[in-house]
């Protein structure tokens, strides 16, 4: 399967998504201590990683896109470096070695096999105790309901046309995602849902930022049904 390259159709900093990049940073970043390091796997234009940065943490971030990893160069965080590397080819990442934390956010649902990129994280990137932060879209989001209700999709599994765009090969629930995370010997410590998305991106643009302050709040009550599914796992 031929992987899709969008960057040059798809800005990480401006497209509305950035709303869940930012909403699922701050949450991994509840789980950093000063000093610790980093590996993000699938780091884009490094977005995301300037909320991982900081504190005397050191992040490396790897990506297949060059355009966008110019771009996260380009923003000169402190102890960070980025590396070009493919997530389906993990065995030529080895010699980053192992961390505290490895942070895989919205980025598992385009590799060709989620499940060999987990275990090979596993092996050769963690020490005991190494967090695993997996975030993916959830097929069961509010606004995947409305869709449901509506005729547009017939199975809440279904790939929309945008995400065919953006090379989404498969959406996982997070049951999905605790079973792909068991099957690599990550042990699951927390789930939570990342921001509340009653319609598409594009009707949630034109709302002002409170209400979408509100949407990031309001995910606790309905915490199964959040845009997305962010897991933490533990590594023994
Ligand atoms: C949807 S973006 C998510 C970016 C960021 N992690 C976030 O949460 O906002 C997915 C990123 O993963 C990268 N990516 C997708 N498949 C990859 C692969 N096989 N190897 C390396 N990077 C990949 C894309 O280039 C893109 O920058």
């Not at 950035?18 to 699922?24: D, F, V």
């Not at 701050?26 to 000063?34: D, Q």
């Not at 959406?171 to 699951?188: F, N, Q, T, V």
């Amino acid at each position: 399967m031929t992987a899709i390259d969008y960057t040059a159709i798809y800005d990480p900093d401006r497209d509305f998504d950035a709303r869940y990049t930012r909403a699922t940073g701050r949450r991994v970043g509840r789980w950093l201590h000063p000093h610790e390091s980093v590996l993000e796997l699938g780091c884009a234009t490094g977005l995301m990683t300037t909320l991982l940065a900081g504190d005397g943490r050191r992040v490396t971030g790897v990506d297949r896109s060059p355009e966008y990893l110019a771009r996260a160069e380009a923003r000169a965080l402190p102890r960070c470096e980025f590396v070009a590397g493919d997530l389906d080819d993990l065995a030529a990442l080895e010699r980053l070695g192992r961390f505290h934390h490895v942070v895989l956010t919205n980025v598992l649902h385009e590799v060709a096999d989620p499940e060999a990129v987990l275990r090979r994280v596993a092996q050769a990137h963690v020490v005991p105790g190494t967090l695993v932060h997996v975030s993916l879209q959830n097929p069961r989001s509010l606004h995947r309901l409305v869709a449901l209700e509506m005729g547009l999709i017939h199975d809440l599994h279904d790939v929309a046309e945008r995400g065919e765009r953006f090379g989404t090969k498969r959406l996982m629930d997070a049951r999905d995602m605790a079973a792909l995370g068991h099957s690599a010997g990550l042990r699951e410590i927390a789930r939570e849902g990342v921001f509340l998305k009653p319609l598409p991106n594009d009707a949630l643009e034109a709302l002002p930022d409170e209400v979408l302050d509100g949407l990031e709040g309001a995910v606790r009550h309905l915490p199964e049904h959040g845009a997305l599914n962010l897991l933490t796992f533990r590594a023994g």
